[in-house]
Nanobody
Framework: QVQLAESGGGLVQAGGSLRLSCAAS????????MGWYRQAPGKQRELVAS???????NYANSVKGRFTISRDNAKNTVSLQMNSLKPEDTAVYYC??????????????WGKGTLVTVSS
């Protein structure tokens, strides 16, 4: 089992910045990619950004140029720097990791989520 623990959410005014962090622990043999999803009230969970072990990144169009994802493979952590935040970025943000270990290959692991609220 892999456990993911997020931190860094909170309340910020529009135009402000927040940094989310996620630490993976437990039976970590290989997890790839790691990423962030978000779910706003009444909406489906959506991918925000993901990053592979070789630092290949993928971003939702709505956050390109504003958010930056980074990863520390040695520490099994992933971070999301969010700048120029907009009210529509308000959501619960979830850390995600996909296992590439043969024992649970393809298993999706999720954190409990951290709330980001952007006021206008």
């Amino acid at each position: 089992q892999v456990q993911l623990a997020e931190s860094g959410g909170g309340l910020v005014q529009a135009g402000g910045s927040l940094r989310l962090s996620c630490a993976a622990s437990g039976a970590i043999f290989s997890i790839d990619p790691m990423g962030w999803y978000r779910q706003a009230p009444g909406k489906q969970r959506e991918l925000v950004a993901s990053i592979t072990t070789d630092n290949s990144t993928n971003y939702a169009n709505s956050v390109k140029g504003r958010f930056t994802i980074s990863r520390d493979n040695a520490k099994n952590t992933v971070s999301l720097q969010m700048n120029s935040l907009k009210p529509e970025d308000t959501a619960v943000y979830y850390c995600n990791a996909i296992s590439t270990w043969y024992g649970d290959y393809g298993m999706n692991y999720w954190g409990k989520g951290t709330l980001v609220t952007v006021s206008s």
